[in-house]
């Protein structure tokens, strides 16, 4: 059974920072391509970030320069490092597991984390 659990959503003052983290199990870990979304009270859920297996990020400009993801395969995590974090960043953020082959494609989800940021 495949699972993906985030964790570290906050509370957290504009300017602040959290850093998220999704465990993954039942998966190959190492050759899944990770991604972070988010989804906003009233709006689509939308990419975040992403992480291939070989490590290459790409980031939603409205992040660049503030996130950054990252993965360690000996513990089956991803993880999002939020900076200056402002309250349009408040959402529940979902972490994301993907790999397509030839013939098949895979894509897991998370229940999310909520991060909030407010004063």
């Known amino acids: 059974q495949v699972q993906l659990v985030e964790s570290g959503g906050d509370l957290v003052q504009p300017g602040g920072s959290l850093r998220l983290s999704c465990a993954a199990s039942?998966?190959?870990?190492?050759?899944?391509?990770m991604g972070w979304y988010r989804q906003a009270p009233g709006k689509q859920r939308e990419l975040v970030a992403t992480i291939t297996s070989g490590r290459s990020t790409k980031y939603e400009d409205f992040v660049k320069g503030r996130f950054t993801i990252s993965r360690d395969n000996a513990k089956n995590t991803v993880y999002l490092q939020m900076n200056s974090l402002k309250p349009e960043d408040t959402a529940v953020y979902y972490c994301?597991?993907?790999?397509?082959?030839?013939?098949?494609?895979?894509?897991?989800w998370g229940q999310g984390t909520q991060v909030t940021v407010s004063s």
């Open positions: 039942g998966i190959n870990f190492s050759i899944y391509a």
């Open positions: 994301n597991a993907r790999r397509t082959t030839a013939t098949l494609a895979y894509d897991y």
